[in-house]
């Protein structure tokens, strides 16, 4: 599997306290969609920061032949993109101008690129987002919804072979959603990229995830299809409840009876 993502005994945390237990993965090929699915505080977020590159931790991560733990920061960023659950609060920019940032960011170093291919390319990835009304307004009138968008646009500009996603729709409302899973879907179908994504909403995962896996407290509990690794036994297990999960023809049914 060329350039597959594979994940060998990461560990990471904060001082002492471990939150990503020698996680072993098999490997992710070109396409894929993963969405990691958890309760709060089971590690998701600090696996994530650490396979951007921006979070220590030790053990192998590669993408194909490179070991991206053993990159520069530079290097590592432009074949892996992290999306933060929000942008910072304060910047100066229209959403253009960041995601034009987001792009000259990502080009490998010295190479010129025309004026009017940058701002062509940067405009046609926010009109895919679908806000391309908001181009010329600053990122600091957005709403936390819009910002989210922008945040998706300034992370696609830069064509990674691996897109990271922190909960991507958590503040969308539901045509974003939507629109938002929909175009990760295409453009992992259309460009191989690899996108690994924090999730809390099982039934969209389900839906739009070749593959899940559950963490709890940093540890594995499943890894699969949604029809293989949604399990009542394994949502017992990460989630402490009681719930019922029916395979059908259109894919899972979730319902959630108790707390345990």
Do not use: F
Not at 15 to 37: E, W
Not at 165 to 189: C, F, H, T
Not at 203 to 226: C, Q
């Amino acid at each position: 599997m060329t350039d597959a993502l594979a994940i060998s005994g990461l560990t990471a945390g904060y001082g002492r306290r471990v939150v990503v237990n020698r996680l072993d993965l098999a490997p992710v090929s070109p396409g894929t969609v993963l969405s990691l699915l958890g309760p709060n505080a089971a590690g998701k977020t600090t696996l994530l920061r650490a396979l951007a590159g921006l979070h220590p931790a030790t053990g192998s991560v590669r993408l194909g032949e490179r070991g991206l733990l053993s990159l520069s920061l530079a290097d590592h960023a432009r074949l892996v993109t992290y999306m933060p659950q929000s942008l910072p609060q304060r910047v100066a920019l229209t959403v253009l101008e960041g995601v034009i940032g987001a792009m000259r960011a990502s080009a490998p170093g010295g190479q010129l690129v025309p004026e009017r291919d940058v701002a062509d390319r940067a405009l046609s990835v926010i009109e895919r987002v679908g806000i391309g009304h908001l181009a010329m307004t600053e990122l600091s009138h957005l709403s936390g919804g819009q910002r989210q968008l922008a945040s998706l646009a300034q992370a696609l500009v830069r064509q990674p072979r691996v897109l990271l996603l922190d909960e991507p729709i958590s503040a969308l409302d539901l045509y974003y959603q939507l629109r938002v899973m929909k175009l990760v879907r295409e453009l992992a179908a259309e460009s191989r990229m690899i996108v690994v994504m924090v999730l809390h909403d099982l039934a969209i995962a389900v839906r739009w995830s070749d593959r899940v896996v559950l963490l709890a407290d940093g540890r594995l509990i499943a890894d699969g299809t949604p029809q293989d690794a949604i399990t009542a036994a394994a949502l017992a297990d990460v989630y402490k409840v009681a719930a019922r999960v029916d395979i059908t023809p259109d894919g899972v049914r979730i319902a959630i009876d108790d707390i345990l």
